[in-house]
């Protein structure tokens, strides 16, 4: 599966995006799907996942509550809507598949990636 993440762009403190992920490919719906980002002079965090189902979903603390994870697997896409932004989630997003549903998803885990979207988030 080959992955594309779009949706990024510059808002401001407060405000919504929502990302998405569009997979190619007949295997989407057996992926895992995971969000992960990366700020400037960090690593690469998780932020949220969700089951091939769509029934199970996982989310980093920082982001519990104000962000949402789902999918399509018709339309093998996934999205990430996120609200009430801050500053600190300013970080280039990028989507992942996993073959296994896991609590704290790591990058070394995942099998494939998608290329990022920047999302700049001003005060």
């Known amino acids: 599966v080959q992955l594309q993440a779009s949706g990024g762009g510059v808002v401001q403190a407060g405000g919504s995006l929502r990302l998405s992920c569009v997979a190619s490919?007949?295997?989407?719906?057996?992926?895992?799907m995971v969000w992960f980002r990366q700020a400037p002079g960090k690593e690469r965090e998780f932020v949220a996942s969700?089951?091939?189902?769509?029934?199970?979903?996982s989310y980093a603390d920082s982001v519990k509550g104000r962000f949402t994870i789902s999918r399509d697997n018709a339309k093998s896409t996934m999205y990430l809507q996120m609200t009430s932004l801050k500053p600190e989630d300013t970080a280039v997003y990028y989507c992942?598949?996993?073959?296994?549903?896991?609590?704290?998803?790591?990058?070394?885990?995942?099998?494939?990636w998608g290329k990022g979207t920047q999302v700049t988030v001003s005060s």
């Open positions: 992942a598949a996993d073959l296994y549903y896991r609590s704290i998803p790591t990058v070394e885990e995942m099998d494939r």
């Open positions: 969700i089951s091939t189902s769509g029934y199970s979903r």
């Open positions: 490919g007949r295997t989407f719906s057996s992926y895992v």
